[in-house]
């Protein structure tokens, strides 16, 4: 079972750190050479946030935690493409690749974090 509203801290958060980059990387050709790399670990990090603040074992932490860092990156490419700083494709694998991202995240949250999620 998804937690929502720690799936809406974590989509949030994410998504404001993607926005961030991919702006900052609209003005700097050396951040927008890091795009894939910021943003898998954006969504990793959306991920890990996911599984601190939910109870729900690997399975459910890898599941919201797939879920967040596959949203936030998608909303991000997305802003990035209509600024012209990707091509379309992108938006297909590098979401794909967040999503995976995202849940390896919410894997090393419960690994990290587990014990105390259950008492939020």
Not at 23 to 33: K, T
Not at 81 to 90: E, I, K, M, R, T
Not at 105 to 118: C, E, K, N, W
């Amino acid at each position: 079972m998804i937690n929502r509203s720690a799936l809406l801290i974590a989509v949030t958060a994410g998504t404001v750190l993607q926005l961030t980059m991919i702006v900052i990387g609209h003005f700097s050709p050396w951040v927008a050479n890091l795009f894939m790399f910021g943003g898998l670990g954006i969504s990793a990090i959306a991920g890990a946030l996911y599984a601190s603040r939910a109870a729900g074992g690997f399975g459910g932490s890898a599941a919201g935690g797939a879920i967040a860092g596959g949203v936030c990156a998608l909303i991000g490419i997305a802003a990035s493409f209509a600024l012209g700083d990707v091509p379309a494709a992108v938006l297909a694998f590098g979401t794909l690749g967040s999503t995976v991202a995202g849940a390896m995240g919410g894997i090393i949250g419960q690994t990290l974090f587990g014990s105390r999620a259950a008492l939020n």
